[in-house]
């Protein structure tokens, strides 16, 4: 089955940077958009950026843009997220997560359990 296995979560003070690391098996990494969401505590789940299969074209939510940037390298099956220019709002476990297809679908397939890793970590405050 479908294994997404998050690292490189931490904690930073605001404006410090972070890169965090989704390993992905059981699946045909090379076949899918990926997607990193994101939730706070007591909050529901946050997308926040999402990168298509073939074409690499990425999306982003509008508090990340310029400061985070998804990115995949598929023949190490890894899925990566650079976290830059970091505030508190940003702290939140942060998830790696499979979508339907090869595009970007815009859809909740994270919500799943079985789409998404455990989560990694991120903390940010002074």
């Known amino acids: 089955g479908v294994q997404l296995v998050e690292s490189g979560g931490g904690s930073v003070q605001p404006g410090g940077s972070l890169r965090l690391s989704c390993a992905a098996s059981?699946?045909?990494?090379?076949?899918?958009?990926m997607t990193w969401v994101r939730q706070a505590p007591g909050k529901g789940f946050e997308w926040v950026a999402s990168i298509n299969a073939g074409d690499w074209d990425t999306y982003y939510q509008d508090s990340v843009k310029g400061r985070f940037t998804i990115s995949r390298d598929n023949a190490r099956n890894t899925l990566y997220l650079q976290l830059n220019a970091l505030k508190t709002e940003d702290t939140a476990m942060y998830y790696c997560?499979?979508?339907?297809?090869?595009?970007?679908?815009?859809?909740?397939?994270?919500?799943?359990?079985?789409?998404r890793g455990q989560g990694t970590q991120v903390s940010v405050s002074s």
């Open positions: 059981g699946f045909d990494f090379n076949g899918y958009a």
């Open positions: 997560a499979k979508d339907v297809g090869p595009f970007y679908s815009g859809g909740t397939a994270y919500r799943d359990a079985s789409n």
